[in-house]
C-alpha cells in the first residue's frame, strides 16, 4: 500500500528500540520506563468498576464530564489557577492527545514552534504532522537543563510563533523557579509567542512547589497548559489527560478532537473524578516513595564517578557517563541485564547522558545500581 510521505518519513521511536532489546532478555532490570509501578488508588478503581457495572458506557460531552472539568478546575486552584469548566478545559485521550490538538490548533504550515532539547521526544513529530518547523533550543547541564533566555536568544526563538515548554522535564528531571520562569516569560511577551506548557509530572515535585508559567504576568492568556492522570495517579492505561487555556484555543482543539476522538474514554472519566476527590493521601505516598529512590540513584551514580544534578521533579535521573551514551546503554543491557535509554534519543544537549527512571522499586533500584557500579568498574 503507498503511504503518504510524511508517515514515511516519521522516525521510529529510539526508546522503543531499547525496550525491544530489553525483552528479548528474561534477566533484565529496566530502568527505561517512563511508567510509575504503582498501581491507581484503589479508590479510582473501584469508581472505575463501579461506573461499569452500573452500565455508564456511553459518550460523554466532547469536553468532558461536566463534573469532572468542575474537578479539575478545583484542584488548579492548589497551583493559584483559575479556568472555568465550562469554556476553558478539554478532556483527552491522554495528555498527548491534549499535545497533539495543541499542536493542530496553534500552528499552521510552515510555522516555527521553538522546543528546548533535551526532551520528551514526541513534541517534533507532533509539530512535523501539524505543518510545523521544529526549532531547537539547547539547554546546558550547566544551568542543570532550565531553559533560559540567552539560550531562547542564541536558538534565534525571537522568530518562533510558538513555544514548548516540559517542566519538571523529560528525560532530565529539571524543574524551572518562579524566577527562571519569569525570564522565559518576558522573552515570550517580547516576541509575541505562544507557549504549550507539557506539565503532566506537575505533582510530582520534591522540596518545591510546582511552577507554572502560565502564573507569569500576562501569560495565562498565551499558554496552554497540558496535564493529566497518568503519572501522579499512576493511571497510565486509562489513558486520560486534560488541557487548561483561553477559551479560543480550548474551543480550537475541541472541533479537532471531536471530529477524531469525539470523547475521552468514559470509564476512566469516573476514576478521575473519584482520584481527584479522595486520593490526595496515596499521591503523597508516591511522592515520598520516589523522593527515597530518588536521593538513593543519585547517590549511588555520584559515588560510581557518573555527575548527576539533583534532579527537583518528574521520576527520572540524567547521569553523565562520560562518553558515547548510546554505546554505554547497549553495553551495560548486555553485561549486566540493565536497560536504560541513552540521553541522545532525547536531542540537542543529551549527548553522553542516560535517562534513568527510578519508577521501579528500592530492591531493585539497588540491585540494578550494584550492577552498573560492577559494569563501570569494569569497563
Not at 498565551?222 to 499512576?234: H, I, L, M, W
Not at 553485561?335 to 553522553?352: K, M
Request: hydrophobic letters at 40%; proline letters at 4%.
Amino acid at each position: 500500500m503507498r503511504l503518504s510521505e510524511r508517515a514515511r518519513d516519521l522516525p521510529e521511536s529510539g526508546i522503543r528500540k531499547f525496550f525491544e532489546l530489553a525483552e528479548a532478555r528474561d534477566d533484565v532490570i529496566s530502568l527505561g520506563v517512563g511508567e510509575p509501578d504503582f498501581s491507581a488508588p484503589w479508590a479510582a478503581r473501584t469508581a472505575a468498576i463501579d461506573s461499569l457495572e452500573r452500565g455508564k458506557t456511553s459518550y460523554t460531552s466532547n469536553r468532558g464530564m461536566a463534573a469532572l472539568r468542575e474537578r479539575i478546575a478545583d484542584h488548579h486552584q492548589r497551583y493559584d489557577q483559575s479556568y472555568d469548566p465550562a469554556s476553558e478545559i478539554l478532556v483527552t485521550t491522554g495528555a498527548s492527545e491534549a499535545v497533539d490538538l495543541a499542536f493542530r490548533a496553534l500552528v499552521d504550515p510552515g510555522d516555527t514552534v521553538a522546543v528546548h532539547e533535551p526532551t520528551y521526544i514526541s513534541y517534533g513529530p507532533g509539530i512535523e504532522l501539524a505543518g510545523g518547523e521544529r526549532l531547537t533550543v539547547p539547554t546546558r547541564a550547566a544551568d542543570d537543563f532550565a531553559l533560559t533566555r540567552s539560550s531562547l536568544e542564541a536558538a534565534g526563538a525571537a522568530d518562533a510563533d510558538l513555544l514548548v515548554l516540559c517542566y519538571p522535564n523529560n528525560p532530565t528531571g529539571a524543574t524551572m523557579t518562579d524566577e527562571e520562569l519569569a525570564e522565559v516569560a518576558a522573552f515570550c511577551r517580547e516576541n509575541d509567542l505562544r507557549v504549550i506548557a507539557d506539565e503532566i509530572y506537575a505533582a510530582l515535585t520534591y522540596g518545591t512547589d510546582h511552577a507554572s508559567i502560565a502564573n507569569q504576568p500576562e501569560m495565562r492568556e498565551r499558554t496552554v497548559v497540558v496535564n493529566g492522570f497518568s503519572k501522579a495517579y499512576a493511571m497510565t492505561g486509562l489513558r486520560l489527560g486534560y488541557a487548561l487555556g483561553p477559551t479560543d484555543a480550548i474551543d480550537a482543539m475541541n472541533r479537532i478532537h471531536q471530529y477524531t476522538m469525539l470523547s475521552a474514554p468514559t470509564t476512566p472519566q469516573y476514576a478521575a473524578i473519584e482520584a481527584l476527590d479522595r486520593c490526595d493521601d496515596e499521591v503523597a505516598e508516591m511522592v515520598d516513595e520516589y523522593n527515597r529512590r530518588r536521593r538513593l540513584v543519585v547517590s549511588r551514580f555520584n559515588e560510581m564517578g557518573l555527575d548527576t544534578f539533583e534532579p527537583g521533579g518528574a521520576f527520572y535521573a540524567f547521569p553523565d557517563c562520560g562518553g558515547d551514551d548510546e554505546a554505554f546503554a547497549e553495553e551495560l543491557l548486555e553485561a549486566q541485564g540493565v536497560a536504560v535509554v541513552p540521553g541522545s534519543v532525547f536531542g540537542a544537549g543529551a549527548e553522553g547522558h542516560l535517562r534513568v527512571s527510578y519508577a521501579t522499586s528500592m530492591r531493585e533500584l539497588k540491585e540494578a545500581t550494584d550492577r552498573i557500579a560492577t559494569f563501570v568498574e569494569n569497563r
